[in-house]
């Protein structure tokens, strides 16, 4: 991305610091900014038969943002929480500037694109190993390709995010 391109995309962004436990996107609230992660750590989570089932975790470097904001009213989406899982900085701006931006520089465009290329590949990963893996395979994917998770995120999270009961998780970590 061009020098220029990059101050102005930068020009555009907010700082936010919020503190563990706060919750950044509430499902009763429209939020219309994406958030870009320089400190700290978050969780998505939706309540499935009473109990929170984490979707996905954002970390440094990573977008936070609600995805029916994002990509228009999206069916399953509607009681998406997203909450801090340690005190965080993060970076803001509206999804409609950002989307300018992507109409008038198309290198932030082609960037956004990489973006959500990974995401996608990510996504189908989950569901490859969701469906075909046992829970000690899944569980050994994740020690292996996000081992940071397991020193700063509560287990019965990860093991909701693994799409197994805390007591499996435990047994699997002796």
Same mark, same amino acid.
Request: hydrophobic share 40%; charged share 20%; net charge negative.
């Given at each position: 991305m061009?020098h220029a391109?990059?101050q102005?995309?930068v020009s555009?962004?907010?700082? *936010?610091?919020l503190?563990k436990?706060?919750?950044?996107i509430d499902?009763?609230?429209?939020n219309?900014?994406?958030?870009f992660?320089?400190?700290?750590?978050a969780r +998505?989570?939706?309540? *499935?038969?009473? %109990?929170e089932?984490?979707?996905?975790?954002?970390?440094?470097?990573?977008?936070l943002?609600?995805t029916?904001?994002?990509?228009? %009213?999206v069916?399953?989406y509607?009681?998406e929480? *997203?909450q801090?899982?340690?005190? +965080?900085?993060?970076?803001y701006?509206?999804?409609? #500037?950002?989307e300018?931006l992507c109409?008038? &520089?198309?290198e932030?465009a082609?960037?956004m #694109?990489?973006? &959500?290329q #990974?995401?996608?590949v990510?996504?189908? #990963? /989950?569901?490859?190993?969701r469906?075909? !893996?046992s829970?000690e395979?899944r $569980?050994?994917?994740l020690?292996t390709?996000?081992?940071?998770l397991?020193? /700063?995120?509560?287990?019965?999270?990860?093991a909701s $995010?693994?799409g !197994?009961?805390h *007591?499996?998780?435990c +047994?699997? /970590? %002796?």
């Amino acid at each position: 991305m061009s020098h220029a391109t990059e101050q102005e995309f930068v020009s555009c962004l907010q700082c *936010v610091t919020l503190p563990k436990k706060a919750i950044l996107i509430d499902p009763g609230i429209k939020n219309h900014n994406i958030y870009f992660v320089e400190k700290g750590i978050a969780r +998505a989570y939706n309540i *499935v038969d009473g %109990k929170e089932v984490t979707s996905w975790f954002s970390k440094e470097g990573d977008l936070l943002y609600s995805t029916n904001s994002f990509h228009g %009213k999206v069916d399953g989406y509607e009681n998406e929480t *997203v909450q801090m899982l340690e005190d +965080a900085t993060l970076y803001y701006m509206p999804i409609s #500037r950002l989307e300018e931006l992507c109409a008038t &520089h198309v290198e932030i465009a082609n960037w956004m #694109r990489l973006i &959500h290329q #990974r995401a996608f590949v990510e996504i189908e #990963r /989950r569901l490859i190993y969701r469906l075909y !893996m046992s829970a000690e395979e899944r $569980y050994n994917d994740l020690m292996t390709n996000h081992a940071y998770l397991f020193q /700063r995120v509560n287990l019965g999270y990860i093991a909701s $995010y693994l799409g !197994m009961s805390h *007591v499996t998780l435990c +047994a699997l /970590r %002796k």
